[in-house]
């Protein structure tokens, strides 16, 4: 399966986006998917990640409350929605295959990763 997210941009402290995780080759519908991101000089952390079915979704502390993870599988897509954003989000976000469930925050329960989309916010 290949992955490509896109959506990023460059908006104001306080803004929204949404992420967009397109995926190919092989239905994504099979998988749970994640979302992690990498600022400069930092180590890739998770942001969220979406079981298969999108019923349940999992965030990190420092982003509950201002995203949300859903899935539309008939389209092979996931979506990250990125709300009241802060210059600390400014970031590469990446998206990914959730292949090990028994967690769901580590890099490593992750494969098939896609090209990331920047996302830059100002203060």
């Known amino acids: 399966v290949q992955l490509q997210a896109f959506g990023g941009g460059l908006v104001q402290a306080g803004g929204s986006l949404r992420l967009s995780c397109a995926a190919s080759g092989r239905s994504s519908s099979n998988y749970g998917m994640g979302w992690f991101r990498q600022a400069p000089g930092k180590e890739r952390e998770f942001v969220a990640a979406?079981?298969?079915?999108?019923?349940?979704?999992y965030y990190a502390s420092s982003m509950k409350g201002r995203s949300t993870c859903s899935r539309d599988n008939a389209k092979n897509t996931v979506y990250l929605q990125l709300n009241s954003l802060k210059p600390e989000d400014t970031a590469v976000y990446y998206c990914?295959?959730?292949?090990?469930?028994?967690?769901?925050?580590?890099?490593?329960?992750?494969?098939?990763w896609g090209q990331g989309t920047q996302v830059t916010i100002s203060s």
């Open positions: 990914a295959v959730w292949v090990d469930k028994l967690t769901y925050r580590a890099e490593r329960s992750y494969d098939y």
């Open positions: 979406i079981s298969e079915s999108g019923v349940n979704a």
